[in-house]
T-cell receptor, first 111, second 113 residues
Framework: NAGVTQTPKFQVLKTGQSMTLQCAQD?????MYWYRQDPGMGLRLIYY???????DKGEVPNGYNVSRLNKREFSLRLESAAPSQTSVYFC??????????FGDGTRLSIL | GNSVTQMEGPVTLSEEAFLTINCTYT??????LFWYVQYPGEGLQLLLK?????DKGSNKGFEATYRKETTSFHLEKGSVQVSDSAVYFC????????????FGSGTRLQVQP
């Protein structure tokens, strides 16, 4: 019962480095989401994908890009990491009017 | 735009005490409302939901009623356990547009034995 799988679980980067956060779901969901969680601020939407081949900006998209590679996978890329992007990143997926299912998160620190 | 406001924590209770975590929202239309729980080091898990006014969501002894007249969705539990210690997030999902969740800032609950 994998659900939503995120990799890696932890990562430390230096300012200016790039990396891609991976997310895969095995529930055949159409919609997928990327959020970031910062202390005292709840979760904020970075990007989302309503279906395979479509992506759209959320509340805080600056500094990020996404790729909906296929129905299962939705990756988040930081091209040039900045300390302000230190956060916990959550991927989620959803089908129709059902609630979102979340992964366990990726803890990213940028020095 | 949509917004969710929930009481600040931490909330510290003794085992078997009564729990209320307040949540109010601002939204257009007819949003769905959710409570998610996050245990240490884990992702968010859906605790309960309500999709229309006067609906009551319930799960594992927790309850919340969708009150459109007061735009509230307060979380309650009659008798908390140590295992309920976690961070609780109130959230709404608009009935139009991207259908993403708008979260409150979270309330940390600490239950002492």
């Amino acid at each position: 019962n994998a659900g939503v799988t995120q990799t890696p679980k932890f990562q430390v980067l230096k300012t200016g480095q790039s990396m891609t956060l991976q997310c895969a779901q095995d529930m055949n969901h159409n919609s997928m989401y990327w959020y970031r969680q910062d202390p005292g601020m709840g979760l904020r939407l970075i990007y989302y994908s309503a279906s395979e081949g479509t992506t759209d900006k959320g509340e805080v998209p600056n500094g990020y890009n996404v790729s909906r590679l296929n129905k299962r996978e939705f990756s988040l890329r930081l091209e040039s990491a900045a300390p302000s992007q230190t956060s916990v990143y959550f991927c989620a997926s959803r089908q129709s009017n059902q609630p979102q299912h979340f992964g366990d998160g990726t803890r990213l620190s940028i020095l | 735009g949509n917004s969710v406001t929930q009481m600040e924590g931490p909330v510290t209770l003794s085992e078997e005490a009564f729990l209320t975590i307040n949540c109010t929202y601002t939204a257009t239309g007819y949003p769905s409302l959710f409570w998610y729980v996050q245990y240490p080091g884990e992702g968010l898990q859906l605790l309960l939901k309500a999709t229309k006014a006067d609906d009551k969501g319930s799960n594992k002894g927790f309850e919340a009623t969708y009150r459109k007249e007061t735009t509230s969705f307060h979380l309650e539990k009659g008798s908390v356990q140590v295992s309920d210690s976690a961070v609780y997030f109130c959230a709404l999902r608009s009935d139009t547009g991207r259908r993403a969740l708008t979260f409150g800032s979270g309330t940390r609950l600490q239950v002492q034995p």
